[in-house]
């Protein structure tokens, strides 16, 4: 029996030629037999240099032959490249090769082709083998307990992705990590393969796919804004120093909470510049917030409402934006299809409803953070990913936010929510979306609490000013939410 292996590089027309040849002298002499080893051109040569080295041998074109010594064991015997084959073909089988060169080239070019199909190919099979890590930081917060049950389900990241969940924390939480863990294992999720509890700082995110950073139970006391700006750099840029480092190339990071939202997920950016298109802040919470202070004004259901826009500070000021807003399946004297839907602002005739109660309403939700737990916080975060993985509801509008690079006047270098659709594992901001203007003094007020807010926390401001005016106070066209800046549990701490 011989036994012959040919590898080659993949574009390589001679190595088409010698794998003819090849298959010629297989398909037509039952003693011969020819193993294929084809590797794509840019690890040809490392791999050709291992490969001789290992053997002894000296050989430095594609491609390269040798006979597997099946009746006597030991290594190979190299017979060399395609000269050397088509004359071992010639002298020993009478057989030779009269392919054309113009022929060669198409062969190498669809060998190149089939290899990255089959190297794509492996990549799917090696994702269905490897399960997706999944990293959750300060995962003894309550938020952590209602997130889990909805990630092991299969409904954010698909019904056929097995998952690993790691479960992050601070070393004084390590005793309520072990006892998550155990609640999580019990769970017998079918596509839960492994649940892990990490508290050393050098071991965090190690391939992690996914990090979903939750509000750190803060330990620590701050008597004045600014140090509670401040206080939020050292976690951040250990944690972007950290994705850096270990997590995978694809990581996708989302930040969720109630708690300077925006500036911990710019900071993230800051110190994790190569992975910061993948870097997001949730702002479902907020939207759903006001979804269902709208529907108990219509008496109808918060999901029958789409497309509320949040714009601005996620945890801050930022503005509620109603002039796309639909409701869908409205009981009133005009009544169509499940896909029929009306402005929520024409449904809504009380302005000042809008413009006063609506507003303040959302403001005290905001500033207190009462009603914004850990299951509404778990909800956001997990909406959020399943949309990135399996994209949005087509037509729908979501608000997220992401860094600004000059969308709708927004300055560039802070991270601002705006709204979005989620597409092909991606997301996209909807620029063409028409009569949303922001008038200049709402984008002012707006967006100097977040520039003031970044330069705090990385030590070029001292001091914040929140932005105020006689104006904003009497504007009564706009639609807006809120001037804050942290919860009041924080604002206790700073008395």
Sequence with gaps: MAKFVLAGRADCPYYAKAELLADYLQKNLPNFRIHKIIQHPHVWEEWLEDLCEKNKWSHRNSPIIWRELLDRGGKGLLLGGYNEFLEYAQLYYGVTS?????LMKIIAQENLEAHIEKELQEEVRKDLVNPLQVWITSASVPACYSLIPILVSGEVFGMHTEMSI???????????????????????????????VCTRVEEAFRQAHVIIILDDSADREVYTLE??????????????????????????????????????????????????????????????QAKAVLARKLKTAPSTIK???VWGNI?????????????????????????????????????????????????????????FGSILAAHSIATTLKYWYQGSPPGEIVSLGVLSEGQFGIPEGIVFSMPVKF????????????DIEI?????????????????VALGDLISFQSYQSETDLDERDEKTTLPTTYTNQENQSLR
């Excluded at 911990?264 to 190569?274: C, E, F, G, S």
């Design 166 to 196: 790691n479960l992050f924390d601070k070393e004084q939480a390590e005793e309520d990590l072990h006892l998550l863990m155990t609640e999580t294992r019990n769970l017998v999720a079918p596509l839960l393969r492994s649940v892990s």
């Design 98 to 102: 009269s392919m054309t060169t113009e």
């Design 307 to 309: 497309n509320v826009i």
């Design 423 to 434: 597409e092909n594992g991606t997301w996209v901001v909807l620029t063409d979306l028409k």
């Design 439 to 455: 008038s200049n003094q709402m984008m002012t007020r707006m967006t100097s609490d977040l520039i003031q807010e970044k330069l």
């Design 315 to 371: 945890s801050g000021n930022n503005y509620i934006d109603l002039r796309k807003a639909r409701v869908y399946r409205y009981e009133s004297a005009i009544w169509g299809p499940p896909n029929y839907s009306r402005p929520v602002l024409s449904l809504i005739f009380d302005r000042e409803w809008v413009n006063g109660q609506f507003v303040a309403t959302l403001k005290k939700l905001t500033e207190t953070g009462k009603q």
């Design 227 to 288: 140090g509670c700006i401040r206080s939020r750099l050292p976690l951040c840029r250990l944690f972007g120093q950290l994705i850096e480092k270990n997590a995978h190339d694809s990581v996708r990071v989302i930040v969720g909470g109630k708690t300077f939202v925006n500036l911990k997920t710019v900071l993230l950016m800051r110190y994790a510049p190569n992975v910061a298109h993948n870097i997001v802040a949730v702002a479902l919470g907020v939207e759903g």
